[in-house]
């Protein structure tokens, strides 16, 4: 058995008003910063921030009394958790969530909120999806698969159906892949309502499983610490694989600095809050702009569950690539008056001072010298160049600390 239009068809009926029809978007900030015509299909508004319900539901709906009764066990970090407890406790089915021990305490709780019971077993998502299964083994209970499994694919393949019902006129659509569920059922959909539009998958570069296994090559990677932990999948499924393989017209590869840079573009040009596995479709077209210039692109916003201090930390690391956050180490005789103009200096140049750290005891200079480190908002690069320059006309030697990548300014 695979599946097929219908099953999607089928399933997207079963989902009336169980989840969001969320909306597909023209883009016209994303449009003009990449040079295609972008259109975004929004999952990160669904229910429980991301795609997962969708699937969730048409599994957990084809149970029989029985298994509902006996309740169900997932395994999972995030979405697929929060997806499985949310339709179980609507639909009064018990459900157990097993997670790593090191799942961030916000998932936990937002997945316990849901009603689920959450069991932390094992250092990873293997470990606990092991004890997920010993679970079902011992207790009779119905092992919910995050995509491998032909009802979690049709679920998700819902997301393909709505976005080229909405948008049938797409050139190319671009889709994050993880086990392989979302695209996998977005490809059948999208291929039968257009049958000549291009798909592409889009996995992070530290988990190159699917795009390794369509090769034929031995699983790599995984591991590593990333940004899109939704498609940090080390084994992609076996029956996503086939209809991938396919249907979908290539897999690529996106870093952990291109993942970080669309999350940040997100929020910024479009005002949108991604979690990196969300923002995985973007990152594919802006490190490609001649592939997909002059085209109709569809991106999938898959999610956007993304921990408040990393989505912090992407936004203030992204002030300081563009030049727009900088620190500068700035050397002044230590005599009153002297910190003063330099903040005069700095200040009837437009940039604005965050932090300064003034240090006469421990670096390696005169007596009578200090150094002050100064943490500035700037415009740009160009606009830190003119700060630098103001300074070192006044007599105030300076530098720049960090790797900002501000051409010449250092």
């Known amino acids: 058995m695979t599946v097929t239009i219908d099953d999607i068809r089928a399933a997207a009926r079963q989902l009336e008003n169980r989840v969001i029809r969320t909306p597909a978007l023209p883009s016209g900030a994303l449009s003009e910063l990449s040079g295609a015509d972008i259109v975004l299909k929004l999952e990160n508004l669904q229910v429980t921030g991301s795609f997962k319900p969708r699937g969730a539901y048409i599994k957990l709906a084809g ?21 499985v407890a949310f339709h179980a406790r609507n639909m009064g089915i018990p459900a157990t969530i097993t997670m790593p021990e090191g799942t961030p305490f916000t998932k936990v709780a937002r997945t316990e909120a849901l009603g689920a019971k959450v069991v932390l077993s094992g250092d990873g998502l293997a470990e606990a999806r092991e004890a997920a299964l010993s679970q079902c083994e011992e207790q009779g209970q119905a092992f919910i698969h995050p995509y491998d499994d032909e009802s979690i694919i049709a679920g998700q393949g819902t997301v393909g159906l709505e976005f080229l019902s909405d948008f049938p006129d797409l050139d190319v659509l671009v889709v994050p892949i993880g086990g392989g569920g979302l695209l996998a059922g977005t490809a059948v959909a999208a291929k039968a309502l257009n049958p000549d539009l291009e798909i592409i998958g889009v996995e992070a570069a530290l988990y190159p499983s699917m795009s390794r296994a369509l090769k034929g090559e031995p699983p790599g990677g995984g591991g590593a610490a990333t940004i899109a932990e939704g498609i940090a999948v080390k084994v992609p499924g076996e029956l996503t694989r086939p209809l991938i393989a396919d249907l979908v017209s290539d897999v690529v590869l996106v870093d952990e600095a291109a993942l970080e840079l669309a999350v940040q573009t997100y929020l910024e040009r479009q005002r949108l809050v991604t979690e990196g596995a969300g923002a995985a479709s973007l990152a594919a077209v802006m490190q490609d702009k001649d592939r997909f210039a002059g085209r109709k692109v569809g991106l999938v916003v898959s999610g956007g569950n993304i921990d408040s ?13 563009e030049g727009r956050m900088v620190r500068l180490r700035i050397e002044i005789t230590d005599e009153p008056g002297a910190l003063s103009r330099v903040s005069g200096l700095i200040g009837d140049c437009g940039g604005n001072i965050v932090e300064v750290y003034h240090q006469r005891l421990f670096y390696d200079v005169p007596v009578k010298q200090a150094e002050v480190d100064v943490v500035l908002e700037t415009m740009d690069a160009s606009h830190v160049s003119e700060i630098m320059e103001a300074l070192t006309n006044g007599g105030f030697p300076v530098r720049l600390l960090g790797d900002t990548s501000l051409d010449g300014a250092a």
């Open 63 to 83: 149970l029989s009394d029985k298994e509902k009764k006996a309740g169900v066990v997932a395994a999972s970090a995030g979405n697929h958790a929060q997806g």
């Open 309 to 321: 201090r990393l989505l912090s930390s992407v936004l203030m690391r992204g002030l300081v690539r």
